[in-house]
């Protein structure tokens, strides 16, 4: 019981996360997409489709979230989108 209801708070958290995360994104795409850009991760092409993409992403990541629909999907997108933030910000830091 109780792991059903921690298991559930923590689904709808996650999905507010993605969904504050997106939505803030969404105030200022382009912007945005320049930051991506400007990480100099990736060549500027690539860079600016996966800012074009990553906003709808997280969108739907946190509907999945916030509805309980394809989460193993939406587990996967999820953490590779996290994991794509951890290598951005660490490698800003070198």
């Not at 059903?4 to 995360?21: N, P």
């Not at 860079?47 to 587990?75: D, K, Q, S, T």
Request: charged share 15%.
């Amino acid at each position: 019981m109780i792991y059903a209801i921690l298991t559930d708070a923590l689904q709808i958290a996650i999905g507010f996360v993605f969904l504050l995360s997106a939505g803030t994104k969404l105030q200022d795409p382009r912007g945005f997409i320049q930051g991506v850009i400007d990480y100099q991760i990736l060549s500027p092409r690539l860079a600016r489709y996966y800012g074009i993409l990553l906003i709808p992403l997280e969108g739907l990541v946190a509907i999945a979230f916030l509805f309980g629909l394809f989460i193993h999907f939406a587990v996967w997108i999820g953490l590779f989108l996290l994991l794509s933030f951890f290598i951005a910000v660490f490698r800003e830091k070198e």
